[in-house]
């Protein structure tokens, strides 16, 4: 498998240390040049006099690491929600959150309007059988406020050594009073795909992010599947995606060269013309040709976009579902040595077709929308996209929102899924599946 340049995509999950740095310039290419080095430099002296009152006239001494780092940490904020600084010990854990293993709860989170937000529970982790929800937010932890904690600090206190308790107090909507809900850490692998075989001749893939073995564990998974189901009995591959908040973009682009032949994968497009670069697939379909339909929803973002847009574009598979997230920018991480590293983003992505899905998402081929069950009418499982996130790269007038996140407990009421695996029977049909350009292989 190909290596490429370790960014990320997901809000959550991070990438080992990408080897970039930052070139200084040198000299100055004009007049121009030179006046707004010189307004840089004024600005820095503004910082540096204010910095020296705070620490001089503040009512209390005050710590100039932490002073450096917020401000740090604000500048680079108010970029876009997707850039930030993380210190040596919160670079340490993302780096685990993609590599290793941790003790935890399983919870994907995120600061949203000052709250600590859940996005979703990884599978089979304390928190999924809690039954933690999607927009579930944390407003205690042992009975601590999480209010004024930063995201790394909420996330820190969730870990721990393996089989000690914590409380959660979350406020959910539709239910008028906080719950309190009691977990047990445990040991959590970031095993980002599983599989099965459903029905007795579908291959069924989840993959639920995009960390260091997502591919590993793709390949293995369409191995196994063949091995059980005869080749002329299999009927093809379900990818489910929904849910999935991103990671690595060399994962991203080997799960989609999985099933291409040939052809464009992405592209990325940074703020200079020599930074842009396009990633092609290799010959070599694991797949064999068969029939591939990937599952989105409003929780499908960033490297799951990568995987769903490029086999759209490239006629290899049939998106079914929900308009996905909208999240169309690359984040780069840069170490800063022993003061940890910082998030930056670099660069906006497209698919094959040179299409930005930056605030917008990728459109389903065919859509299919979940039965919200009568006790949960009450509840908004629908996600707001990159679109309703502050400060979020603008993408003209084509800015759409997000769309629904929900996904039934129980497989036979998940109408996406069952569609699917229809779809694969021919019991239903419909002009995009397969896609136009594609011939079924049975």
Do not use: C
């Not at 698919?351 to 459109?363: D, E, F, H, L, V």
């Amino acid at each position: 498998m190909r290596k490429v340049s370790l960014v990320l995509f997901g809000a959550v999950f991070g990438a080992s240390a990408a080897g970039m740095a930052l070139q200084p310039r040198t000299f100055f290419g004009s007049v121009a040049e030179a006046a707004g080095a010189a307004d840089t430099y004024r600005q820095l002296n503004l910082f540096g006099d204010v910095f020296e009152r705070v620490r001089s006239d503040y009512v209390e001494k005050p710590d100039d690491g932490k002073l450096v780092e917020n401000a740090i940490n604000g500048m680079l904020s108010s970029l876009d929600p997707h850039s930030s600084y993380m210190d040596a010990k919160a670079f340490k854990e993302m780096r685990t959150n993609t590599d290793g293993e941790f003790g935890g709860l399983g919870i994907k989170v995120q600061m949203f309007e000052n709250a600590i937000r859940v996005e979703g529970a990884i599978d089979d982790t304390p928190a999924a059988r809690a039954g933690i929800m999607a927009k579930d937010v944390i407003t205690a932890l042992d009975g601590q406020p999480v209010e004024g904690l930063t995201l790394e600090q909420a996330v820190d206190k969730m870990r721990g050594p393996i089989n000690t308790p914590i409380t959660l107090t979350i406020k959910r909507e539709g239910q008028d009073k906080p719950l309190e809900v009691k977990l047990v850490r445990d040991k959590i692998k970031l095993d980002s795909v599983k599989w099965e075989v459903a029905s007795d001749d579908i291959g069924y893939i989840r993959v639920s992010q995009f960390n260091a073995t997502t591919f590993e564990g793709l390949s293995k998974g369409i191995d196994a599947i063949e091995d059980k189901v005869p080749a002329d009995k299999l009927k093809g591959f379900v990818i489910d995606l929904r849910n999935n908040p991103g990671g690595l973009l060399d994962q991203a682009i080997a799960v989609s060269d999985a099933f291409l032949e040939r052809g464009e994968i992405v592209s990325t497009r940074g703020r200079n013309p020599d930074e842009s670069q396009r990633f092609n697939a290799r010959p070599g379909d694991l797949a064999k040709g068969k029939p591939v339909i990937v599952l989105t929803n409003g929780g499908s973002a960033s490297a799951s976009e990568i995987v769903a847009g490029a086999l759209q574009d490239q006629k290899r598979a049939t998106i079914l579902g929900t308009r996905s997230f909208g999240k169309g920018s690359v984040q780069t991480i840069i170490p800063l040595g022993s003061n940890g590293a910082i998030r930056l983003t670099t660069a906006r992505y497209y698919t094959p077709s040179g299409k930005s899905i930056q605030a917008k998402g990728i459109i389903p081929d065919i859509e299919v929308n979940e039965e919200i069950p009568a006790d949960l009418k009450d509840k908004d499982f629908d996600t707001k996209g990159e679109a309703g996130l502050k400060g979020h790269l603008k993408n003209g007038d084509e800015e759409q929102g997000g769309s629904s996140a929900y996904i039934p407990p129980d497989r036979k009421d998940d109408k996406q899924l069952n569609y699917a695996f229809d779809l694969m029977h021919g019991i239903q049909s419909n002009a995009n599946f397969p896609p136009q350009g594609k011939t079924s292989a049975n």
